[in-house]
């Protein structure tokens, strides 16, 4: 897949206004990783503000790597939008988001049933209610992270 080309102009009008601020730069920001990446691969830089960058990367790629049949819904991917923008993500392993994505659905429901209610009504999450849905996600990742340690 090439992020830096869109199958449409339209492309991103037509996504939900909370997922379209979530998402921000994120196309920018993987694409940065895989030059990066591709790059580090032949023994370029390899600082800490670069093994910063690609851990990142890393973590996005495999928050954007969908099982096969397993759909997110819309809260759930703007809490994990939300969280990855924040930097709450930056402190776990990307083996950790695959548990992540798998609990947080319930997790979610349990602790924040109004704003799931709110994205399946209307698709719009105000700044604070993106804020609560990462907060919820560093939750979760603590208890998943404590879990396994």
């Known amino acids: 897949m090439d992020v830096g080309l869109s199958v449409s102009r339209v492309g991103g009008k037509a996504q939900p206004k909370a997922l379209r601020e979530v998402a921000g730069r ?7 990783f895989l030059e990066l990446e591709m790059f580090t691969r032949f023994g370029g830089l390899s600082d800490s503000r670069v093994r910063g960058q ?13 099982p096969r049949f397993a759909a997110l819904r819309l809260v759930d991917q703007v809490a994990l939008l939300a969280a990855l923008g924040g930097g709450v993500l930056d ?7 695959g548990r992540l994505r798998a609990r947080l659905p319930a997790w979610l429901d349990a602790r924040t049933a109004a704003l799931v ?6 698709g719009e999450l105000d700044a604070t209610a993106q804020g609560v849905l990462a907060e919820q996600v560093a939750a ?3 208890e998943l992270a404590g879990g396994a340690a």
């Open 54 to 66: 690609i851990a990142r990367g890393e973590r996005s790629r495999a928050l954007l790597a969908q």
């Open 91 to 97: 402190a776990y392993p990307p083996t950790l988001i």
């Open 117 to 122: 209610q709110a994205a399946r009504q209307g």
């Open 26 to 32: 994120l196309r920018l920001e993987y694409s940065q």
């Open 140 to 142: 979760l990742c603590r």
